[in-house]
């Protein structure tokens, strides 16, 4: 949905507000329903609820906003590399093929869809083991997967952590 200026300055409760509250309420607006319609956007475009059953192979997001042209690199338990990936503008990505439980990803460059900024970061993700068919790449699995490192834990049991104790990682 697009808001226009005209129809919202309109509105009986907004037309009488001072001009500045006006804008005010109209950015925030704007700023929602840009939000829900990316939210929207990004669920139609891999397929969804579950981002892997729209298409065969794997498929996955790079998110911190959606990132678009990043690279994404699969590497197999060992370390070697068995693939690689570019994000298109909803942060989305696609191999061809199903990737094993154990398979991590980096993720970087790109820019930030929803602000244009550069994305200088590296994310990192792995392929947990109730996840085969796709998989989320974010500054929170970045997280886990440093802690995982740290703690010589699973993958899994480092979500789980992660999310148990993020008031006390974040305060």
């Excluded at 970061?121 to 500054?139: K, Q």
């Amino acid at each position: 949905m697009i808001l226009d200026w005209r129809s919202f300055s309109r509105r009986p409760e907004i037309k009488n507000l001072p001009m500045n509250e006006q804008l005010r309420q109209f950015e925030a607006e704007t700023k929602r329903l840009t939000e829900l319609n990316w939210f929207l956007d990004t669920r139609i475009a891999i397929g969804g609820s579950k981002p892997g059953a729209a298409a065969p192979g794997f498929t996955g997001q790079v998110i911190d906003g959606p990132i678009d042209g990043a690279q994404v690199n699969a590497f197999n338990a060992a370390g070697a590399p068995i693939g690689s990936a570019t994000t298109n503008a909803l942060g989305v990505f696609t191999f061809a093929d199903a990737l094993p439980v154990g398979t991590t990803f980096t993720a970087t460059g790109g820019t930030d869809s929803i602000t244009g900024v550069a994305y200088t970061g590296t994310l990192h993700a792995e392929v947990s083991l109730d996840v085969s068919e796709n998989v989320t790449i974010s500054p929170i699995t970045t997280f886990a997967k440093y802690l995982k490192d740290e703690r010589s834990i699973t993958y899994d049991q480092a979500i789980e952590a992660l999310f148990l104790s993020s008031s006390q990682f974040f305060n």
